[in-house]
T-cell receptor, first 112, second 113 residues
Framework: GDSVTQMEGPVTLSEEAFLTINCTYT??????LFWYVQYPGEGLQLLLK?????DKGSNKGFEATYRKETTSFHLEKGSVQVSDSAVYFC???????????FGAGTILRVKS | NAGVMQNPRHLVRRRGQEARLRCSPM?????VYWYRQLPEEGLKFMVY????????ESGMPKERFSAEFPKEGPSILRIQQVVRGDSAAYFC???????????FGPGTRLTVT
């Protein structure tokens, strides 16, 4: 079945450091890909998405490119802030488009 | 436009009791999804409903769990005879149509003592 694998955390960075969180997927066909962010005690918020190969999703300084050849959707940010501390989830929509399959999540901690 | 609403936000139940979790989708959304997040894990799909219909319940445990989305009122996820292993965060999401972006609620954190 479909699956998503993310790099394990926690990832601890200093403010203004460069961030990469790796995400790879296994799926039938060409799913849409998403990054969600979960702040402490809150629900998930959609951070960015890409619906087809070579699409780049971007939002709030975060970017991710849909790479079909490597089945990857790595999340990057050039300069993180303390307020970016959260759990980040990579996800794909399954073939029906009605079900999201999530990775295990990566905790990001940014120190000032 | 209010977002997806879930209540209660926190629910404590003793083993053997029933838990009822409610989800009100965003205005104009007629598709509801339930996910469960166990400690230290990602979210797992449970069920997808449209008004008065269960479309996909492939992620629902076979026993004790049920879900509904009536013509009027919120969607309800019901867990009968709860056990400690049911302790988790339960998230609801909604969308205006199928195969569309899902918007998540804040979740209900269920603790079974």
């Amino acid at each position: 079945g479909d699956s998503v694998t993310q790099m394990e955390g926690p990832v601890t960075l200093s403010e203004e450091a460069f961030l990469t969180i790796n995400c790879t997927y296994t799926a039938t066909g060409y799913p849409s890909l998403f990054w969600y962010v979960q702040y402490p005690g809150e629900g998930l918020q959609l951070l960015l998405k890409a619906t087809k190969a070579d699409d780049k999703g971007s939002n709030k300084g975060f970017e991710a490119t849909y790479r079909k050849e490597t089945t990857s959707f790595h999340l990057e940010k050039g300069s993180v802030q303390v307020s970016d501390s959260a759990v980040y989830f990579c996800a794909l929509s399954d073939r029906s488009g009605n079900k999201l399959v999530f990775g295990a999540g990566t905790i990001l901690r940014v120190k000032s | 436009n209010a977002g997806v609403m879930q209540n209660p936000r926190h629910l404590v139940r003793r083993r053997g009791q029933e838990a009822r979790l409610r989800c009100s989708p965003m205005k104009g959304h007629s598709h509801v999804y339930w996910y469960r997040q166990l400690p230290e894990e990602g979210l797992k799909f449970m069920v997808y409903l449209q008004k008065e219909n269960i479309i996909d319940e492939s992620g629902m445990p076979k026993e004790r769990f049920s879900a509904e989305f009536p013509k009027e009122g919120p969607s309800i996820l019901r867990i009968q005879q709860v056990v400690r292993g049911d302790s988790a965060a339960y998230f609801c999401a909604s969308s205006p149509s199928e195969s569309y972006e899902q918007y998540f609620g804040p979740g209900t954190r269920l603790t079974v003592t």
